[in-house]
């Protein structure tokens, strides 16, 4: 889906560069180009922000419990 239509930016290239490090607007529309235009589209990609990033952080929370604990 896309979600700034102004630089052609889709979900999945907000998620790649969520994926690569990206932690903010600002962090997305310099590596995807969304939001550099009008505008419309932050609220899109905040809501993908906000849906994908806690995931990430989650999981990686997981991960070190599980080493700590000595689960792994």
Same mark, same amino acid.
């Given at each position: 889906?896309?979600?700034?239509?102004? +630089? *052609?930016? +889709?979900? =999945?290239?907000? /998620?790649?560069?969520?994926?690569?490090? @990206?932690? $903010?607007?600002?962090?997305?529309?310099?590596? $995807?180009?969304?939001?550099?235009?009008?505008? /419309?589209?932050?609220? /899109?990609? *905040?809501?993908?922000? &906000? %849906?994908?990033?806690? %995931? @990430?952080?989650?999981? =990686? @929370?997981?991960?070190?419990? &599980? $080493?700590? *604990?000595? @689960?792994?």
């Amino acid at each position: 889906m896309i979600v700034c239509v102004c +630089n *052609n930016v +889709n979900v =999945d290239k907000v /998620k790649a560069s969520i994926d690569a490090g @990206s932690d $903010t607007l600002e962090a997305i529309r310099e590596t $995807t180009g969304a939001t550099a235009c009008c505008g /419309k589209c932050q609220f /899109k990609v *905040n809501r993908v922000l &906000q %849906q994908h990033a806690p %995931q @990430s952080i989650e999981q =990686d @929370s997981f991960l070190v419990a &599980q $080493t700590v *604990n000595g @689960s792994r």
